[in-house]
């Protein structure tokens, strides 16, 4: 079974910038729509960027032009770039691999733990 593991979360006050990790167990990661997703207390879990094989990406309109998300398919690993966070952004990031580049939370089937991003004003 594939297995996904985040890292880089962190405590940053708002405008600084994290690099989440997502390293999958399957060498064949570039066959696959990846993406991230973030759950803030007492809310739903949230599409925030996913991207296809083809490197076609989709974002939400909260971190378009903010957040950048990228794979190394060579290194099996996912990337989401952070910049000029906000406190809206604190949550936990969980990525997901799936089959539509969506934000949809049903077209993903395998997740990670997640790793906590917190941001202050």
């Known amino acids: 079974q594939v297995q996904l593991v985040e890292s880089g979360g962190g405590s940053v006050q708002a405008g600084g910038s994290l690099r989440l990790s997502c390293a999958v167990s399957?060498?064949?990661?570039?066959?696959?729509?990846m993406g991230w997703f973030r759950q803030a207390p007492g809310k739903e879990r949230e599409g925030v960027a996913t991207?296809?094989?083809?490197?076609?990406?989709n974002y939400a309109n909260s971190v378009k032009d903010r957040f950048t998300i990228s794979r190394d398919n060579a290194a099996n690993t996912m990337y989401l770039e952070m910049n000029s966070l906000k406190p809206e952004d604190t949550g936990m990031y969980y990525c997901?691999?799936?089959?539509?580049?969506?934000?949809?939370?049903?077209?993903?089937?395998?997740w990670g733990q997640g790793t906590q991003v917190t941001v202050s004003s």
């Open positions: 997901a691999e799936g089959g539509f580049v969506s934000l949809r939370r049903v077209d993903f089937s395998n």
């Open positions: 399957r060498a064949t990661v570039s066959n696959y729509c």
């Open positions: 991207i296809n094989s083809d490197g076609i990406t």
